[in-house]
């Protein structure tokens, strides 16, 4: 049995890998052997590029080089975390060494190991994201996938604007990067990390109406919105979110249609089958799916690739 028309078109590629952060946290080693062990798995197709930040690019590298096995035929995709700091400077002046570290990486790894996608924090500041993307570019990191991360407690509206304008003077076939979208955080350690459904909904209405792509990262491992005890909060569900991320791009939901997918609970108000994705009364064929992932519902960033995948399978969303 196979995963229907919609679960293929909602679930292809979603999930990026990230086991180097919390809460699994795991050494260089075992996380590059849990990845590789997904990608020959037969959910591969689930899989996306495996996340790294920049510090870590030799040791990734070197590990892959030093054994074939573990980095199998197929070449190695990764996503680079630059930038960081408490404000513009300090994010400017990481990124001479991170774009060593990614020329390293990609020079010193095995054949077609790649940097394909990069992912920062959005510092402070009128412009911030367009001084901080010709930067990028000018240390020769352009070409790639770019997300800026919508920092907490910033106006929405404030921090899409700044990114939009961005994109619009760097972003296409023509520009720096071949996509520049935002990256939001839905969840961390502690409950202040993870932002309310109305800012969720606020940014993925306005990603919509700005034509701007969007990943998300952190405190997504289940399907549906769920109480936990650890840290002790109301946690997002991925159906929740990447699937009000589809209602928005696909024009269906207004913001308020929005907060109730984002804030529902019942598993079976989500449906993945061969009629494509629904939740509730809206529905989205595979082929308006996969049209809205493409223009700009990338996925998510995940430490773990198993729980996501046997949570989907308990609810008889995968085979």
Known sequence: MSASAGARAFLAGLIDYAGLFPPAALPLGPALAEYARHRAGPDAWMLGRFIAPASRLEALAAALAADPA???????????????????AAALAALPAQADGVAAC????????????LEAPLPP???????LAEALAEEGLGGRDLYLEVPAGVAVDQALAD????????????????????KLRCGGLAPEAFPAPERVAAVLAGCARGALPLKFTAGLH????????????????????IGAALLAGAGVADED????????TEAAAFRLDEDGFAWRDLRLAPAAVARARAAGVA????????EPRQDLAALGLLP
């Open 70 to 88: 573990l980095g199998g035929r197929e070449p190695w995709h990764l996503t680079v975390l630059v930038g960081g700091g408490a404000d513009l």
């Open 106 to 117: 990609e020079q010193g790894g095995p054949r077609g190991l790649s940097v394909e996608g």
């Open 125 to 131: 500041g009128a412009g911030a994201a367009t001084k």
């Open 163 to 182: 990114i939009r304008a961005c994109a619009a003077r760097l972003s296409g076939p023509q520009g720096a990067f071949p996509v520049l979208g935002v």
């Open 222 to 241: 289940h399907p549906v919105r769920h109480q936990s005890g650890s840290p002790p909060v109301t946690m997002h569900g991925f159906l929740n979110v």
């Open 257 to 264: 249609r929005l907060v109730a997918c984002l804030r529902e």
């Open 299 to 306: 996925g998510f960033g995940s430490c773990s690739f198993d």
